[in-house]
C-alpha cells in the first residue's frame, strides 16, 4: 500500500458544480494534512492545510478529515474554469525515524465551461 | 516577504557539465528542501536541511550535491548529470519541519 494514495483522475467537472476530490494514507500517526494545487509547468501551491477532523473551509474550498477512516477530502464549490489542474494531496508521514512529507500521485481536475 | 525564490528558471546542460540551482528564503523559516519532479508525476524528496544540517538524503546519486551555506540559502551542486535527470527541481521551505512547505517556482533543467 502507498503511503499517500488519490485516484490520478482525470476529473470532469462542469462549471459552477461541487468538484470532490479524495485522499487516503497509510500512518495512523500522521497529524498535519494539505492540498497543493499545481497547474502544468508550475510549482505547487499550498491551498488547505488541515490537521483535527471535521470540516475547514477557506472560500470556495473545503478540506475534510477523517483520521479514523485514515481519509482526507477537498471540495471545491462554484468551480471554476481556472480551477482546472493538478491537485495533490501530502501527509507528514514519519519513515525511517524521520518525518517526511509524501505527496500522493495527485488529481488532475478539468472545469468545463 | 513570503517568497521562495530559485534561479535560475531554466537549465540546459551538457552530461560533462558542472552548474548549480540556487534558492533563497527570507521568511526565517529553518528547514529547507529540494525535490525532484518529472512530467505528471508528484514531487519526489531529495534533501532536506534542518537548522542547517543536513538531516534527509534519500539515498540521491552523489551528483547531485546540496549545500546550505545559511538559514536562508540552498543550493545544489550538479555535476556529470545524466539524460534521465531533466526534471522540474523544487526548492522548499518550512518554518520548523514538520508543518506546510512553501515553494519556489522552480527550475527547469534538460541534461542533453
Known amino acids: 500500500q502507498k503511503e499517500v494514495e488519490q485516484n490520478s483522475g482525470p476529473l470532469s467537472v462542469p462549471e459552477g458544480a461541487i468538484a470532490s476530490l479524495n485522499c487516503t494514507y497509510s500512518d495512523r500517526g500522521s497529524q498535519s494534512f494539505f492540498w497543493y494545487r499545481q497547474y502544468s509547468g508550475k510549482s505547487p501551491e499550498l491551498i488547505m492545510s488541515?490537521?483535527?477532523?471535521g470540516d475547514k473551509e477557506d472560500g470556495r474550498f473545503t478540506a475534510q478529515l477523517n483520521k479514523a477512516s485514515q481519509y482526507v477530502s477537498l471540495l471545491i464549490r462554484d468551480s471554476q474554469p481556472s480551477d482546472s489542474a493538478t491537485y495533490l494531496c501530502a501527509v507528514n508521514i514519519r519513515l525511517q525515524g524521520a518525518q517526511k512529507l509524501v505527496f500522493g500521485q495527485g488529481t488532475r481536475l478539468t472545469i468545463n465551461p | 516577504d513570503t517568497e521562495v525564490t530559485q534561479t535560475p528558471k531554466h537549465l540546459v546542460m551538457g552530461m560533462t557539465n558542472k552548474k548549480s540551482l540556487k534558492c533563497e528564503q527570507h521568511m526565517g523559516h529553518r528547514a529547507m528542501y529540494w525535490y525532484k519532479q518529472k512530467a505528471k508525476k508528484p514531487p519526489e524528496l531529495m534533501f532536506v536541511?534542518?537548522?542547517?544540517?543536513?538531516?534527509i538524503n534519500e539515498s540521491v546519486p552523489s551528483r547531485f550535491s546540496p549545500e546550505c551555506p545559511n538559514s536562508s540559502l540552498l543550493n545544489l551542486h550538479l555535476h556529470a548529470l545524466q539524460p534521465e535527470d531533466s526534471a522540474l527541481y523544487l526548492c522548499a521551505s518550512s518554518l520548523l519541519g514538520t508543518e506546510k512547505l512553501f515553494f519556489g517556482s522552480g527550475t527547469q533543467l534538460s541534461v542533453l
Open positions: 536541511y534542518s537548522y542547517e544540517k543536513l538531516s
Open positions: 488541515i490537521y483535527s477532523n
